[in-house]
């Protein structure tokens, strides 16, 4: 799932641009999974490890308040137990 798939296309001066998505804050669920990152991983493998979609990497990252996909050892990271709030408004 793409995190543009809802994003609104807005026209300035005859070129299109991605408008603005604002999404939800995830919410903490007795499910979610917490993992401690080790050598090699990637917000992208991780998502494609718990969800079987790379794309998705910027949800985690989200719920994480991270910014990049490269994360360094040690790193405890909460994995959402769901994708419902990766819609956006």
Same mark, same amino acid.
Do not use: C
């Given at each position: &799932?793409?995190?543009? *798939?809802? #994003?609104?296309? *807005?026209?300035? !001066?005859? *070129?299109?641009?991605? !408008? @603005? #998505? /604002? ?5 903490? !669920?007795t499910n979610d999974i917490?993992? &401690? @990152? ?7 493998? =991780? ?6 979609? *790379?794309? /998705? $990497? $910027?949800?985690?990252?989200? +719920? ?6 490269? /994360?360094?050892?040690?790193?405890? =990271?909460?994995?959402? +137990? ?5 819609n956006g408004q």
């Amino acid at each position: &799932m793409s995190r543009y *798939k809802n #994003t609104k296309i *807005k026209t300035i !001066d005859g *070129k299109e641009s991605y !408008d @603005t #998505t /604002l999404y939800e804050v995830i919410p903490e !669920d007795t499910n979610d999974i917490h993992v &401690m @990152t080790q050598i090699g991983d990637r917000l992208d493998l =991780l998502a494609l490890q718990f969800y079987g979609d *790379k794309n /998705l $990497w $910027w949800y985690i990252g989200k +719920a994480n308040n991270l910014k990049f996909n490269n /994360l360094e050892p040690g790193i405890i =990271l909460r994995i959402p +137990a769901s994708i419902r709030y990766a819609n956006g408004q």
